[in-house]
Each structure stands twice: as structure tokens, then as C-alpha cells.
């Protein structure tokens, strides 16, 4: 079973809200940060959001989606989850859940990624 699981994407309507989870199973000794990332078809995998679980539970986001997502977890269910509200087309890619030592929006800080989940916004 991979470490990390993502669920929840699909197709919606600009303006619409959809929230991902990422399930995260087994040990995760050092993983202290939980990250998204996005790839959109032709394009690099870019950062979304990331949160620290230590230190006071720091979030970053990416300028392009904050005010509309937001990063939480539930430590229970060993999920993250992405909210993505007020949703635009530019917002279409595939959705990474990542887990890394270092809070940071560099692809390399995560040394584990889960399979991605597509999620499409129709204008």
C-alpha cells in the first residue's frame, strides 16, 4: 500500500468547492510536513500549500490560491485534507499530496508523493 492516498478530485464548475484528502498510512518517522502540489497538462508541478505539524502547525500557500484553500488535517484519521474554494479553470491540474522533513514549496524537499487526483474546473 503507498504511504500517501489521494481522494476527492473531480469535475466542477468555476466557483464551485471540492476538498481532497490524503490519507496517510504506516510510519511516517520525520515526515513533519504535509504538502500539495499541482501539475496542470504542459506544465511543472507547482506548489500549493504545505503544513507543518510541528511548530505551532505553520500553513503556507502558494499567492495564486490563498484566501480560497486551506490546508487542515485531522490527526485521527491520519488525513490532509485541501479545501479549494471559489474554484477557477486555471485551477485544473493533478493534485499531489506530498510528505517531506522541511517546510518548504521545492518539489525536492518531500520524499514521499502520493499518486495525484484530477481535478477539473469548468468555466
Known amino acids: 500500500q503507498p504511504p500517501l492516498v489521494e481522494s476527492g478530485g473531480g469535475l466542477v464548475q468555476a466557483g464551485d468547492s471540492l476538498r481532497l484528502s490524503c490519507a496517510r498510512s504506516?510510519?511516517?518517522?520525520?515526515?513533519?510536513?504535509m504538502g500539495w502540489f499541482r501539475q496542470a497538462p504542459g506544465q511543472e508541478r507547482e506548489f500549493v500549500a504545505a503544513?507543518?505539524?510541528?511548530?505551532?502547525?505553520?500553513?503556507s500557500y502558494a499567492d495564486s490560491v490563498k484566501g480560497r484553500f486551506t490546508i487542515s488535517r485531522d490527526i485521527l484519521k491520519n488525513t490532509v485534507y485541501l479545501q479549494m474554494n471559489s474554484l477557477k479553470p486555471e485551477d485544473t491540474a493533478i493534485y499531489y499530496c506530498?510528505?517531506?522533513?522541511?517546510?518548504?514549496?521545492?518539489?525536492?524537499?518531500?520524499?514521499?508523493w502520493g499518486q495525484g487526483t484530477q481535478v477539473t474546473v469548468s468555466s
Open positions: 506530498a510528505a517531506g522533513g522541511t517546510m518548504s514549496p521545492s518539489i525536492s524537499a518531500y520524499s514521499a
Open positions: 504506516g510510519q511516517m518517522f520525520g515526515w513533519i510536513v
Open positions: 503544513m507543518s505539524v510541528a511548530a505551532g502547525l505553520s500553513e
